[in-house]
C-alpha cells in the first residue's frame, strides 16, 4: 500500500466511513482489482499516484489498461471515483467518498 492510500485510509477512519476492501478483486475472469472498495454499494476508488511525475498511470500501457479496467468496471455497474494526491490531501478525496456512500444505495442482486 502506497503512502498516498494510507492516508487516505486515515481520513475515512477519521471520518467515521467504514472500512472498505482493500484491493478488491471485482471481476472472476480477470486479475483486475480496485485499490479500495465497498462492494456492498458497488462504489470504488482508485487512488492516482504519479500523476505529475510520470507514473505508472499517465504512461501509455498503464494508461490503457487502467480504461479497460474502468470501462469493465462502468459495464460491471461499478461506480469508481479516481482521487490524485492533490484530492486526498485537500480533502476533496473525502467529500466526494462520503457523498458517494451517503447517496448510494444498496444494489439488488
Known sequence: MSKLEDTYLQL????TIPEPVIEYKFCPTRRFRFD??????????EIEGGTWTGGRHTQGSGFERD?????LA???GWKVFRFTSKMVNNG???TVTQEALKNQPDPIR
Open 12 to 15: 475515512l477512519k477519521y471520518a
Open 36 to 45: 479500495m472498495a465497498w462492494p456492498d454499494k458497488m462504489i470504488a476508488v
Open 67 to 71: 480504461c479497460e479496467k474502468y470501462n
Open 74 to 76: 462502468a459495464m460491471m
Open 92 to 94: 476533496i478525496a473525502l
